[in-house]
């Protein structure tokens, strides 16, 4: 669904994030994202899909599914490894409107992930 004051048709956020190698949570980085978000930044290009987006981005807080990167206005997220991947998410998501279920990122993991992080709460 695309809100009416939607700039964009799909708004696509790769986190790039990358931490020290010591550190014990990763970084998608580490995962070639930027990488990946370049190669779908060309796909779509070559394709002439208009109003569609792909920016990079810090941390989105969802570590533990890294990498990962997220279409607004949905906030459809998803979890990736490769470009075949990424081929799959513009051929359903973006352009047939549908959802790569196998890649979506599960909600319980999310929730996991803030638990870690904020203990006390
Ligand atoms: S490092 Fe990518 S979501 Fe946190």
Redesign the pocket.
Known sequence: MTGANSHYRAHLFF?T?I?PIESRR???GRYNSEALAKYLKVRVKELGLTRVRVNTAG?????AL???MVIYPEAVWYSFTNEADLDEILTVHLIAGGRVARLICPEQVQLKDELLAHPAR
């Open positions: 986190c994030n931490r990763g970084g998608c941390c989105l807080h969802r570590c890294e990498p990962v």
